[in-house]
């Protein structure tokens, strides 16, 4: 009634068994110390987001908007991943051109810094591998990717019931906005 949250309790019966309520302990409201039964409450939210489905048209344009992300994206890994080559290749010349001059130079001092150089690039180098090892693939596929947030998008009520605590959580704060009202 007055809007703030609503505490968890335990209640005893006579027989010593243990029962869940939940009540509002807001000094003024005019459910003070009113209790309502656990499973009465959580049918409700139950029920409510059972509810919460989307049409057809919705899901499969949910489902649309995000091959299009996906899609953008290995766009985007296969441009860097061109550009990542095209960097190790421009590397790969300075080396050459580096040993090139190496073999010319007399001086020990020249001939040191072309070495130093050299490491550098060679440093550079597999950095670059790497970046090409690590983005060059997503890790799962699309279908693996979007699977749970798909699922949840069809039936938020099948992870409310099957969830854990935590999980419950989650769903609430996507299916609401605000804190519900009982």
Not at 19 to 46: F, Q
Not at 126 to 150: N, V, W, Y
Not at 165 to 176: I, S
């Amino acid at each position: 009634d007055c809007g703030h949250a609503l505490t968890s309790c335990w209640s005893t019966s006579k027989t010593g068994k243990k029962h869940p309520y939940y009540m509002c302990h807001h000094k003024g409201c005019a459910s003070k110390g009113k209790s309502i039964r656990r499973d009465v409450l959580e049918g409700k939210v139950e029920a409510m987001l059972a509810r919460l489905t989307p049409e057809k048209g919705m899901y499969e344009m949910i489902r649309a908007m995000f091959a299009d992300a996906w899609n953008q994206q290995q766009e985007s890994a296969k441009i860097i991943t061109k550009h990542l080559r095209g960097e190790l290749l421009k590397i790969e010349k300075q080396i050459d051109g580096l040993v090139d001059r190496i073999v010319e130079a007399t001086n020990e001092r020249v001939v040191a810094a072309y070495e130093k150089r050299i490491e550098a690039l060679e440093h550079d180098k597999l950095t670059i591998a790497e970046k090409l090892k690590t983005s060059a693939q997503p890790k799962r596929p699309f279908e693996e990717m979007f699977e749970l947030t798909l699922n949840f998008l069809v039936n938020p009520c099948n992870i409310w019931k099957k969830g854990s605590w935590k999980e419950r959580q989650t769903v609430l704060r996507l299916c609401l906005t605000d804190r519900m009202i009982y």
